[in-house]
């Protein structure tokens, strides 16, 4: 409302306000918006001056910081062509061509084709601020098929206003006019039906007057219905007395009734208990995919925070090959995500991957050695169950300060459960520290997790199910055990 009434300063006012409010309740997808629609607002305000385009890049940081949290693809189309169209109004064109080709990839991905629209027409815009006429023409064209493709008339006069500053800024003139005679052409006709629209809403203000008086009229009319209606009032009260009557018989009907169903009804106790059982493993198994959930994007995050180190350091050649080797890791990660059990040659060969990533942090060697027993190794495990305590062996366990470091990992079956093992010699866990005294978020996410398996198994839970020991009641490092239900394919 504020914006349309260009009221744009009580618009910043309240928008901020949203964004705090959505911060509050963790509203992530609300504080992209606001952040976004602050920078168009920005943007808006003065389209040529760089002072207002870089704040208006800086809200438009913030929108898409929230966005990538929450991995929401078709928002973050428009927020990356929004950077586009910032950059390519500050020159600075390869800024604007990254961040258009980035929108272009989740537009192929989600097959969302109608943003191809104002992708083909930034595209124009930047080759245009480049120079490129025939790119820009190109460009320019191909938004004008998706706009006609979806019915976007307004996106196509965009496009031809675009087209004819285009000929007109490369001395085609003859083109420039035949592109201003269509957009002109367009205008006018936008024009004649907003003043039909004026004529139109003054006719239906007649009517509603008329309507009005109308209403008036019926308003008498029932007035003059209920002094009428007053007079059934004492035959209505005979008859409620007649009613209760009626009904003291039903409810000695009823009572009788009620005792007849008696049986039944407990049968439909049982009925409902065992939807209840139903209900609550459901409920289970939306909370083991919440832990899943939980886990990945802390792996992920630690795993850029490395990479941050390395660029921060400067040793770019170490962090690419950091990248090519996370890639490799996601790509594994995005495949298990929704299983809910994966071969245990599987989990022991993303682990292997993802330790050799991370040895580029320790300067000195690891030994990292998985050793499963034969009866185990067909086993198959939830996803990036051991991967958390391997992470927070490479993290805290300080193997950098002592000699010969290593972590090894020992899978067998006891007592008709998978037992897991990780132990390392670091310098173990201190006792003044919370949790099971310094789990990671993750680890105490896994016991949780761990906790809900052995629940919708129904297996019984207890406190031996999850263990840590660290010094002194081992000579050195830490040792982590748990067991998992066994689950075989066959």
Known sequence: ????????DKFREYTLLSIEASKKINLVIGIANGYSGLAASVYEENKKDPVTIKKALEYQRLGVAACERI???????????????????LNITDSANYFLEKSKSLIDATGSENDNMSYYYLKGALYKKMKSYTAALQAFNSSIDYA???????????????????YRETGDYKNAL???EMYKEYTDSVRDKQN?????????????EKKDNEIYRLNEEQKLAQASRRQLVIYLVAALVVLIALGFLSFLLLKNIRERKAAYNRL??????????AIQLSKQARLIAQFQSQMNPHFVFNVLHNIQ????????DKARGQIQALAQLMRKTFANADKDDIPLKEEISYLQKYVEFEKTAIDKKLDFEVQINKEAEEALIPPMMIQPFVENAIKHAQLTTVQNPYIHVLIEIENNLLSISVKDNGMGIRKDESGIDRLSHSMSVIKSRIELIFQEKNKPVNENLFSVKTVPEIDTGTLVKFYLPLNLPY
């Open 178 to 180: 035949t592109y201003y």
């Open 148 to 166: 006609e493709k979806y019915g976007a008339h307004t996106y196509t006069i965009r496009v031809w206003k675009a087209m004819m500053e285009l």
């Open 309 to 316: 180190g390395l660029v921060i350091s400067g040793e770019q």
């Open 196 to 208: 039909f629209a004026k004529a139109t809403d003054i006719q239906n203000k007649y009517e509603r």
């Open 71 to 89: 991995r929401d693809s078709l928002s973050l189309i428009i927020h990356y062509q929004n950077f586009g169209l910032y950059f390519t109004a």
């Open 1 to 8: 409302m504020y914006t349309r009434n260009g009221q744009k």
């Open 268 to 277: 439909e106790e049982k009925s409902i208990q065992i939807q209840e059982q």
